[in-house]
């Protein structure tokens, strides 16, 4: 396949601040997802000889659960971050189809109408111009092909029991990100999004993560506690003045406690996107 030019005004792409950063407990949550459990709008539409193109693939493993379902398709994942590419490449050493590379979803290094299928997974989210990024996906996916995009709606993040303290990392998460200049309630958006970046066809749907189980809760009340205290998420929130270490350890103590309940639940719910040029 070959690369196109750079396109026209990519030297002014926004310098967008991820507001998760690559902490262990971040990575912890990316490399449980597959796309069974982060892309079942796309389920359908994944057969053998697709090529596909997996925009901020993090640590690579819904990229690697592409390749075995379109395989002997030509599968790409691209992120910006050069050490989470390492990391995706190192997960998807064992299959020949894959090729893992650094890039800007601003910017996609790739011809006009290079693949079947562009994948996002809670990328949109964080960029300062989805819109711009969605015209891109478009520009280098087929004619009749899809650009499938899932994103998070924190906003209406729900769980029980009710802890204030909870409340108050939901709006410290918000604040931060929004101080990023990113879009932490993007799920309900996407499809708006979408019809400005010029698709011709937008389908909705939506659907939810549900953290109940014993096990379920202590892995997510604990990466999550981690994130509050340790991550790029405490660095930001910090140097933004808004909140401060012991507050956030107080929002970690919440989450250890939600996770120690019996009757603890927590859901996300997740807005999907399956739109055609």
């Not at 990100?177 to 937008?202: H, I, K, M, Q």
């Amino acid at each position: 396949m070959s690369e196109g030019p750079t396109p026209p005004g990519a030297g002014a792409a926004p310098e967008d601040t991820y507001t998760h950063g690559h902490h262990e407990s971040v990575l912890r949550s990316h490399t449980w997802r597959t796309v069974a459990n982060s892309a079942p709008h796309l389920v359908a539409h994944l057969r053998p000889g697709l090529d596909v193109l997996d925009v901020g693939c993090g640590p690579g493993t819904i990229t690697a659960d592409l390749a075995d379902r379109v395989a002997p398709g030509r599968v790409v994942g691209l992120d910006r971050a050069e050490e989470v590419v390492a990391r995706a490449a190192a997960t998807c050493a064992d299959r020949p189809d894959v090729e893992i590379r650094v890039g800007d979803v601003y910017a996609l290094p790739f011809a006009d109408g290079s693949f079947d299928v562009v994948h996002a997974h809670q990328v949109l989210q964080h960029l300062s111009d989805p819109v711009a990024a969605l015209v891109e996906a478009r520009r280098v996916c087929r004619p009749g092909g899809v650009v499938a995009v899932r994103d998070a709606d924190y906003s209406a993040f729900a769980w029980a029991p009710a802890d204030p303290d909870l409340d108050a990392w939901l709006a410290l998460y918000r604040a931060v990100a929004r101080s990023n200049g990113a879009e932490p309630d993007a799920g309900p958006l996407l499809c708006g999004w979408a019809r400005a970046a010029g698709f011709a066809e937008v389908e909705v749907t939506a659907s939810a993560w549900c953290f109940a189980t014993p096990e379920e809760r202590t892995w997510w009340g604990e990466l999550w506690a981690e994130r509050t205290t340790s991550s790029a998420l405490a660095e930001q929130a910090e140097a933004a003045g808004l909140a401060t270490a012991s507050e956030r350890e107080a929002m970690a103590d919440a989450f250890r406690r939600w996770a120690a309940a019996d009757d603890g639940v927590f859901v996300v719910p997740h807005t999907e996107v399956l739109a055609r040029p």
